[in-house]
T-cell receptor
Framework: TQLLEQSPQFLSIQEGENLTVYCNSS?????LQWYRQEPGEGPVLLVT?????EVKKLKRLTFQFGDARKDSSLHITAAQPGDTGLYLC???????????FGPGTRLSVLP | NAGVTQTPKFQVLKTGQSMTLQCAQD?????MYWYRQDPGMGLRLIYY???????DKGEVPNGYNVSRLNKREFSLRLESAAPSQTSVYFC?????????????FGDGTRLSIL
C-alpha cells in the first residue's frame, strides 16, 4: 500500500506570514493533487501536478512536485485568514487507478 | 449547481442497526466513490464504481456494501453498525477513474455509532 505523509500536522501563523507544508512518500506517484477542506464541507481541488519538477502557481499559492515524483510542497505567501483549512495531498497510485490521501495539514491563519 | 449531494448530513445509530447513506451527482460523471475520514488518517477509500453497473472494493470495505443505482446515484449501506464505523463519510465523483481529473466531493455525512 502506498502511503503519503504530511507535515506539519498543525500550523498556526499570523496573517501576512509565509509558510510551506510538505507531502512525502517513499513511493512514486503518477500525479499528485492538493485539496483544501473547510469545516463541515468536502475537499475542494486546488491543483494537479503531473510532471516531476513541475511548479504551478495559483495566486499566492505555489505547488511543486518533486523531481522523483515522491514528494510535493505547497508554499503560501502572505497568508490570509481565508487560507485557514485542512490541506490534503492525494497521489494517484502506481496503477493509475485510485488516489491515496495523506492525513492533512491543518492551517490556522490568525488576523 | 448542486454537484454532489449527500443525505443525511448527521446520523446517530445504535450498535447493530442498519442504515443507507445516499449520494447523487448531477455532473454526468462516470465514476463515483465512497470515503471515510477519521482524525489523523486522511480519506480512505471504502468502495468505488468506475462506471454504471460496476462496483469494486477499496482499501477498507469490511462492514459495508454499495449499490450503483444508476449513473447519478451511489449508495453506501451499513448492515450492522459497529462503533468502529463512527466517522465522517464522503461521496465523490469524477469524469473517469484513474485520470488526472478532479474528484468532486459532497459535504459529508457525520455518523456516530453508540
Amino acid at each position: 500500500t502506498q502511503l503519503l505523509e504530511q507535515s506539519p500536522q498543525f500550523l498556526s501563523i499570523q496573517e501576512g506570514e509565509n509558510l510551506t507544508v510538505y507531502c512525502n512518500s517513499s513511493s512514486v506517484f503518477s500525479s499528485l493533487q492538493w485539496y483544501r477542506q473547510e469545516p463541515g464541507e468536502g475537499p475542494v481541488l486546488l491543483v494537479t501536478v503531473v510532471t516531476g519538477g513541475e511548479v504551478k502557481k495559483l495566486k499566492r499559492l505555489t505547488f511543486q512536485f518533486g523531481d522523483a515524483r515522491k514528494d510535493s510542497s505547497l508554499h503560501i505567501t502572505a497568508a490570509q485568514p481565508g487560507d485557514t483549512g485542512l490541506y490534503l495531498c492525494a497521489g494517484l497510485d502506481n496503477y493509475g487507478q485510485n488516489f491515496v490521501f495523506g492525513p492533512g495539514t491543518r492551517l490556522s491563519v490568525l488576523p | 449547481n448542486a454537484g454532489v449531494t449527500q443525505t443525511p448530513k448527521f446520523q446517530v445509530l445504535k450498535t447493530g442497526q442498519s442504515m443507507t447513506l445516499q449520494c447523487a451527482q448531477d455532473m454526468n460523471h462516470n465514476s463515483m466513490y465512497w470515503y471515510r475520514q477519521d482524525p489523523g488518517m486522511g480519506l480512505r477509500l471504502i468502495y468505488y464504481s468506475a462506471s454504471e453497473g460496476t462496483t469494486d472494493k477499496g482499501e477498507v470495505p469490511n462492514g459495508y456494501n454499495v449499490s450503483r443505482l444508476n449513473k447519478r446515484e451511489f449508495s453506501l449501506r451499513l448492515e450492522s453498525a459497529a462503533p468502529s464505523q463512527t466517522s465522517v463519510y464522503f461521496c465523490a465523483s469524477s469524469v473517469r477513474r484513474g485520470t488526472y481529473q478532479p474528484q468532486h466531493f459532497g459535504d459529508g455525512t457525520r455518523l456516530s455509532i453508540l
